[in-house]
Nanobody, 126 residues
C-alpha cells in the first residue's frame, strides 16, 4: 500500500519562499512528482524526479523551483523561491508504480502517468 504524506504548505508573501515535503511509504516505482491545481484550472505537473535523481520541470518554473530527494528518508522536496501570487494553488505529491519506466513527465497531461497521490497542501501567496 503506497502512502504519500505532504507537508510544508501555507502562506507566503510575494517574493518569499516555501519548501514542501512528501514522504513516501510502500513505494517502488520510478517517478515522483509535484503537481499543482489552482481554482478552475487543470492539475499540472510542475516537477519530477526519478530514481536516479534526474529532474524535470515545467518551464519556466525551473528558474524558481527545485525538486530534490533524500533517499534515506524516502522523501522528496520542492523548494519554491521568489513566489508569485500566480503560484497560489493546492500542491500535490504523486508517484507512479512502474519501476521500469524511463521517463518522467511534467505538464497538464502528466497526471495520467501517476498512480498515487498525496492529500494536497494549500499554498497561498499574497
Amino acid at each position: 500500500h503506497v502512502q504519500l504524506v505532504e507537508s510544508g504548505g501555507g502562506s507566503a508573501q510575494a517574493g518569499g519562499s516555501l519548501r514542501l515535503s512528501c514522504t513516501a511509504s510502500g513505494y517502488s516505482g520510478y517517478c515522483m512528482g509535484w503537481f499543482r491545481q489552482a481554482p478552475g484550472k487543470e492539475r499540472e505537473g510542475i516537477a519530477s524526479i526519478d530514481n536516479d535523481g534526474i529532474t524535470a520541470y515545467l518551464y519556466p518554473l525551473n528558474a524558481r523551483f527545485t525538486v530534490s530527494k533524500d533517499n534515506a528518508k524516502n522523501t522528496i522536496y520542492l523548494q519554491m523561491n521568489n513566489l508569485d501570487p500566480e503560484d497560489t494553488a493546492v500542491y500535490y505529491c504523486a508517484a507512479d508504480r512502474d519501476p521500469k519506466k524511463k521517463l518522467c513527465y511534467t505538464g497538464a497531461g502528466a497526471k495520467y502517468e501517476y498512480n498515487y497521490w498525496g492529500q494536497g497542501t494549500q499554498v497561498t501567496v499574497s
